[in-house]
């Protein structure tokens, strides 16, 4: 009994402590390491911090080097795919476009009475933008999130707002030197405030870490005014981080169980150029 | 006296292919362990380290590993120091297989393999869930480590090959 113990104790010694052929490190020692690693990163410890954004600026650029091929084939079998469906995609283009026309006449008015009142009421929405290259759009079931190539270097602030063309995307959380992590609207942990429209119903649009977001938080119940609606999800400018009016993703109540899923407009595996956007919202009350 | 230099380099690089393997597998965009199929996924980089770290730890050092972890956390975007540790643990693993094993045998590193993936996994979903509130689907934990293990003999049957083409080599 006594020498079953023993053995045991020199094997786990052993396999802690021995630095065994060409490995220059022990293993206990690299497993310490790695433990205060993650105590001190939890506690925001500023050499850990610099650490990670050193790790960060290395890593991100060869992640995107690292993934050109695989890319190539990913972009080379989405265009294989959009060329089959050519015929049927022009004509469903055909008619959307000739719909959009009628609606662009309306709209442009209401843009120009949209204007003259919020100079009435002297409110002012300012926004500075810049385009950014998406580096890395790894999916990890942790965080749904892009790697942009433009950080603080560019003036990139945590909280900017990402937009792919007029549809918001998500929002800017980690800011390294040269470039910055942005999470998608689709991740978990996040959740931004809306407006369901025509309805006028504030909600709040979370993530599921799947390419949908689902309705949460609404202040009336809305389950029997959406029946056999289409939905438009637009920020709602609450928090004062978006400007409201920003197209976020459409609902489609015909299914029962899927009522309060929102799908977004844009699609977020197909991600190259995205715009950082930042709004300053002045009122002259 | 080329042909020497060739064999020596092909030598060194077919060394290094585990690593190469498994920092590619960290920094690549297409991930085993986050495809985009519906309840299948399986982690490459528990299977590779398992593996060879069991068969050989020359091949991989806890160095390399250390560092493909803090790699791997950056992308992924956990808190970092995470997979460093979970990955140190299977060294830990067969680290000590290695120590109490006469003759190896496949089935008993195959049922240590489940024992490790459900350790390091546990540990893994206790400190994001529980520490650092990070979301995680359990669902999609089990699944991974069933398929994980379900595939490690695929993988030893390939890496076996390359074993021996490395073991070739060296003797040549």
């Given amino acids: 009994m006594a020498s079953s113990r023993d053995d045991f104790v020199i094997a786990i010694r052993s396999a802690f402590l021995k630095k065994s052929y060409q490995q220059k490190f022990s293993l206990l020692t690299l497993i310490f390491l790695s433990f205060i690693i993650i105590i001190l990163g939890s506690f925001n410890f500023k050499a850990i911090q610099y650490i990670k954004i050193g790790i960060n600026e290395v890593v991100y650029r060869s992640s995107f080097i690292v993934s050109i091929p695989e890319n190539y084939f990913k972009n080379l079998n989405i265009k294989i795919e959009e060329h089959m469906n050519l015929y049927n995609q022009f004509k469903k283009i055909e008619i959307e476009l000739k719909n959009l026309k009628e609606k662009k006449l309306s709209n442009d008015f209401l843009v120009l009475e949209n204007n003259k009142l919020r100079e009435l009421i002297n409110e002012t929405v300012q926004s500075e933008d810049m ?58 942990n996040s959740k931004i405030p809306v407006l369901l429209e025509p309805l006028d119903i504030h909600a709040v649009v979370s993530g599921t870490g799947k390419n949908h977001g689902v309705i949460e938080y609404t202040k009336d119940e809305y389950d029997q005014k959406i029946e056999g609606k289409e939905i438009i999800v637009y920020t709602s400018g609450y928090g004062g981080l978006f400007k409201p009016g920003l197209p976020v993703g459409k609902m489609i109540a015909e299914d029962k169980i899927k009522k ?26 | 006296m080329s042909s020497l230099n060739k064999n020596t380099l092909i030598r060194s690089l077919l060394f290094y292919l585990p690593v190469f393997f498994l920092f590619l597998s960290v920094l690549n965009e297409i991930d085993f362990n986050y495809l985009e199929i519906k309840y299948f996924s399986f982690n490459f980089a528990y299977i590779l380290i398992f593996y060879w770290t069991l068969k050989n730890p020359r091949y991989l050092s806890y160095g390399s590993i250390f560092l493909a972890g803090l790699i791997n956390d950056v ?79 695929i993988f030893l049957f390939l890496f076996n090959i390359l074993e021996k083409i490395i073991k070739i080599q060296k003797n040549d």
């Fill in chain 1, 131 to 188: 385009y950014a290259k998406v580096l890395v759009d790894k999916d990890s079931p942790y965080l749904k999130s892009i790697i942009l190539n433009k950080g603080s270097k560019n003036n990139v602030k945590i909280g900017m707002a990402i937009v792919d063309n007029s549809y918001l995307v998500g929002k800017i959380i980690e800011v390294n030197y040269t470039n910055s992590r942005a999470l998608l609207l689709s991740d978990l």
């Fill in chain 1, 260 to 285: 309060n899923v929102v799908n977004f407009f844009s699609d977020f595996r197909q991600l190259d150029y995205v715009k950082i956007v930042s709004y300053d919202i002045g009122s002259g009350n």
């Fill in chain 2, 75 to 153: 992308v992924v975007g956990i808190p970092i120091g995470a997979s460093s540790f979970c990955y140190l643990l299977i060294c830990a693993v067969t680290a000590y297989l290695r120590n109490i094993t006469i003759t190896p045998n496949f089935i008993n590193d195959w049922i240590s393999l489940a024992f490790t993936i459900l350790l390091v996994n546990s540990i893994q979903v206790i400190s994001l869930d529980f520490i650092f509130s990070i979301e995680v689907n359990y669902l999609r934990y089990i699944i991974n480590s069933g398929f994980t293990f379900i595939l490690y003999p």
